[in-house]
Structures are given as C-alpha cells and as structure tokens.
C-alpha cells in the first residue's frame, strides 16, 4: 500500500458561508453579552444568595467569551497583526477565567445538589408546621369554647343554674346527644340521676357509688371512656341504632369549712359528682383528644363555680347574722345613748340642786365668819365652812362624770402656800384619827418651796383622800405624811414605764408619801384600786361606807396635774403606802400660759368699797335669792331682788351696775333676758354688766352664757370672800371668764 503524505491544498473560502459564521457570531456576541446584565440584575435582586462572587466570576467568563467573537468578526477578512493580538490575549484570558469558573463549579455543585434537600427537608418541616397549626387552631377553638363555657357557667352563682348551664353549654359545643351528672345522696353511699340535658325533671334512678365503672372514674382527673351499657350510662331507653361512644368524667366538689368573713375559707375535695356524656347514635364519630380535654377543663371550671356559690352563701348567711347584730348593736347604741342623757341629765338637775342648799350653806357660813364669835364658835363655823367647801367641790366632780370621762375637767391655777395647805389637811385629818387613837405625823423636806402655782383645791382634795383612806383602814399605829421635791431617780414608778416627767426651772414635782400600820392589799388587787366603784379590801364594803369612787378621781385629778399615784403593799396586814407625784410651778417662773389649766384671779388682800353701788339679783328660788341678797348687802350693795325675768327686764336701770342672773330659772329661758338687757341699752356704758349665777359646770352651759352677751360665769356656791374677789375683779376689768 502506498502512503500519499501530502498536505491538502486550503479550501477557498466560501462568501456564504463567511457570511453566515459573520452573522452567527455577531449573536453569539450579543447573547453573551446580555446574560451578564440578567446575572447583575439577579445578583441586585437576591439578597440571601450565597455565591455572589461566583455569579461575578462567571458573568466575566461570559462576557470574554462574547468578546471573543465579536474580535472574531475581523478576522474573516484581512486583518492586521494588532487585530490578532488582540484576539489572542482575549482568549487567553477566556481560557483561564474558564478553567478557574470550572474548577470553583467543582465546589459549588455539591452545595447546589444539597439545596435539592434542603428544600425536602422544609418541605418536611412545613407540613409539620401545617400539623401544630392545625393543633394550635384545634386547642384555640377548645380555648374558646372553656372560655364561653366558664363565662356562661360563672354568670351566676346558683348552684342548680350553673349545673344546668354546663349541662346544656356541652351538648351544644360537642353536639351531644346526652349530657347528665349524677350527685352523690346525702348518705354518701349512692349516686343519684339529678340533671340530664334532655330531660327538665329526670327520673331519679340511683347507682352504688362503689361500682367499678364509678371508681375507675373517681380515680382520675382524666376523662375516661365508659362502655354504653353501664349502669350510669344507660340514660334513655335502648333503640334500633348503637350507641354513641360514652366518656365520664369526675367533678370535685368542695367541702367550705372554717368559714370567716374576714378571711379564706378552707375548701377541701370530699366528694365528687360524675358528668356522662353520650355521642350521637349510629354515628361513626368518635371522640378526639382535644374534646376530651375541653371535658376535663369544664369539670373543673365547673368545681370552680360550685366552690365560689358555697361561699357566696356562706357570705350571704353570714351578712345576714351580721346585719341582725348591726341591728342588736344600734339598738343597744341607742339604748345605751338615752340612758347616758337621761343621767346626764339627771345630774345636772342634781348638781343644780345640790349646789343651791350648798350654796346657802357656804354664804351664810361665811357671812356668819364675819361677825363676831367666840373662838371655839370661830373654828366651829371655819370647820364648817371648808367641810362645805370640800364637800362641794366633790359633789361637782361626783355628779359630773360625763365632765371628768370625756376630759373636759380643767384645773385653777394659782399662787398658794404649799406648807399651809399641808398643815390643813393635817387638822382637818387628826379630829378622825384621835376618835380611833391613832398618830398622824408630817414630814416636810428643808427644800420644799413655801409657795408654789397650780390647783390649791384639788391638791387638798387628793392629800385628803389618800390620807382618809389611810385612817379608814388603820384600826391601830398610825399615819406618816411625808412631802418632797422629788428627785430625778425618785419621780420614776417601775410598774409606770409611760410615765416620763421633764424637768425644767420652771416648776418642780412634789412627791407626797403616806405610810399607814393598817390592813395592807394583796399585791394582785392594787390595779382595781384606780377603778371606779371597786373596793379591793375585804373590810371596805363593811367598815368603809365609801362608793370606791375617790380614788378613780384622784387619779384623775393627779393625771391632770401631770403627775402620776400608785399603791404599794406587801400584803395582807403589813400595812399600805400611797405615793402620788404631781407638777406645780414655781412662784415667779412658772409660764402659766403653757398651761392647760384656766386662771384664777388672785383675791384682793384689801376690802374695796361696794357701798351704794346698785345691783340686781334675779332668782326664782326664794332661800337662793335671799342668800345671794344677803352677801351683797353685806358687801355694801344696794340689792334689788326679783322673781321673774320680766319684772327684771322692766325694773333695770343704767344705775344698775351689775345683774346677777339665776340661768336655771324652770320654764324662763334666762338667756333670753340677757338679750333683752342688752337690746334695752344700746350703748355699752349705760349697760349693766351681766353675770350668770349657776350649778351647772358643763361647758356648754358656759359657753352659751358667754355667746347670749353675759360677762362672766360665776359657780354656785359663793363665799362672802369669793363674791368680794369676784365683783372687785369684775368691775375693775368689766368682764368676767369665769369663776369657781
């Protein structure tokens, strides 16, 4: 065989062909050079894609390829040698960038393929997701459907309705076609048929609670399937079709115990109810979970709702105890409030008349101190004269009660020997003390001031019953007075922590001791000492004749004065000592107006001259107006005595300098004569000055005296030495506060 190794001659170029690969060319330039635009417009659009740089990469391979061919359009005619360097440098650059796109598609293709899975596995998950959102949906619809049930169930809170709404709220939401609840009998023992959803009045078929079926149920919270031909589920007659599917569920039903109405019952699960409910016959349906759920959820709301109704009654039977003790305790309020008026005013019409026959006791006393006597009928009537003192001064703080409870008793404050008013109550308490052969003994510290400021009576009234009581119960031995200015460590009572008194170098506090050999107190009865109408000693109810009320007052009088009294004993026979401490002020320092006391006006030492000054004196009571008569003509007045408030509006002259007005006149408003008095002169110095003469120490009594336009008050009974205080006082200021 023979071998032809030559070279074939070059194919003379066809103009058709040329023409066409021209063509072709200029297209294939152009699609290249359009698909990176789409690429630049996908990369923009995309913002979660991943290989941008790739996509770059890429659309630079295209593009030098689109350049190839397009240079290749001048090479099918004559070109220069720039042309084919040109052409040779863009497929240089083509073969690279196509070798590195290859090699990086390597890399990426697995990631690709696995994009393929990733979107089964999504695919996955969303029909997972569809499946919640179908629960979701399912458990919002069950959601809905407890919410409407608890909102129907909770509109009220009666037990029956709220049984018989579940009842009929399930069988509409689960399309039921029965629905009933069994409620344990009283026994305990048995379940009764009480509520179907079909039937208004059920009969009342009764089951053993110990059935296995009812304990399987009463063992659970859950919902339980039951099989249709069990006792409790048997609730309407056997048809042609099957029966539905049948669940039972338990509901609680909460005992109330230690019921307050302040406070939380205790609620404790005892018993329980069953709930049957029945699914339509002959059907296929059966029941799902989430209806199952809403079963469960009812029963309890249901337990919730019977709970709150107990309560509720429980509430409402205590409201009503409540309201008939409201009732009890406003009619024994009013009661109570009637009796405390009737005996406030039986006190004031008591104090009233007390004071009248005192004070025709005291004026004349005094006015009988002012002639001449012998000097055993001098101490005779003096005696006489500071018994009614005292004795009035205790019947205003006996009768007055509602006064020394609600805390309006106030103190007079004045300048007063300390020492003499010791030595007082010394004499007036050795008479007592030497009919029964006893000592009484006083003991006064070097220090302790002459003269002091504060209440003169009511500190002889409480040295004086402390010291009385000492004799009262003394039968042999003595009685020891000892005053002191107290010390700091000696003011303090252990078993008196809130007493804390201040010193200052404006007053002092007195302490006064009184140490007797008598009976002495158990230990345990000295608190009821301070209380009133208690007597603590055995021999007191016999021996004593007292009403237990003096040392209420004390205590009192001394809680006043800012001071503070106890008791103390060792027991029975071993005698008693009385310690009381009170503040008085010091004679030139004391700041009397800090005070809550009202003044006393100092008593002139001089006798002022009354002679010829007018005065009238209006008072119904004959023996009180011709006492009253009696002082001022002692004094030197020229008295004009009257019964009436007419005669006293029509006899009134500006001569008159002073009108003493009796305010308790029965059946004549005394106020309105002090108006009248002053509408009769306009002019305030033709106007007499007006003063009411009166028993009653209640404020109100002062104070509509001083609102009507009277001048002053003056306290009934009066001195001959007090009426002198009084009108030289009054008539040199032209007014009078008030006067005890």
Known sequence: MEFCNCIEPPWPADELLMKYQYISDFFIALAYF???????????????????????????????????????????????????????????????????????LVHIIPDLLSVKTRELFLKNKAAELDKEMGLIRTQEETGRHVRMLTHEIRSTLDRHTILKTTLVELGRTLGLEECALWMPTRTGLELQLSYTLRHQNPVEFTVPIQLPVINQVFNTSRAVTISPNSPVARLRPAGKYMPGDVVAVRVPLLHLSNFQIHDWPELSTKRFALMVLVLPSDSARQWHVHELELVEVVADQVAVALSHAAILEESMRARDLLMEQNVALDRARREAETAVRARNDFLAV????????????????????ETELMPEQRLMVETILKSSNLLATLINDVLDLSRLEDGSLQLEIGNFSLHSLFKEALNLIKPIASVKKLYVTLSMSPDLPEYAVGDEKRLLQVLLNVVGNAVKFTKEGGISISAFVAKSDSVRDPQAPDFFPIPSDNHFYLRVEVKDTGAGINPQDIPKLFMKF??????????????????????????????????????????????????????????????????????????PNFAGLKVIVMDDNSVGRMVTKGLLTHLGFDVLAVASGDECVRVVTHEHKVVFLDVNIPGFDSFEVAVRIREKFSKRPERPIIIALTGNTDRMTKESCLRVGMDGVLLKPVSVDKMRSVLSDLLEHGYLVESQ
Do not use: D
């Open 350 to 369: 008591m104090n009233h008349e007390m004071r009248t026959p005192m004070h025709a006791i005291i004026a004349l006393s005094s006015l009988l101190q």
């Open 534 to 607: 208690v007597q603590s000693q055995p021999l007191a109810a016999k021996n004593s004749g007292g009403s237990g009320l003096g040392l209420a007052i004390c205590k009192r009088f001394v809680n006043l004065m800012e001071g503070h009294i106890w008791i103390e004993s060792e027991g029975l026979g071993r005698g008693t000592k009385a310690i009381f401490i009170v503040k008085l002020g010091i004679v030139g320092r004391s700041n009397e107006s800090k005070l809550p006391f009202l003044h006393k006006s100092p008593g002139n030492t001089g006798k």
């Open 34 to 104: 359009s698909i990176p635009l789409e690429l630049i417009y996908f990369v923009k659009k995309s913002a979660v894609f991943p290989y941008r740089w790739v996509l770059v990469q890429f659309g630079a391979f295209i593009v030098l390829c689109g350049a190839t061919h397009l240079i290749n359009l001048w090479t099918f005619t004559l070109h220069t040698r720039t042309v084919a360097i040109v052409m040779t440098t863009s497929k240089i650059l083509t073969a690279v960038v196509s070798c590195a796109t290859a090699l990086m």
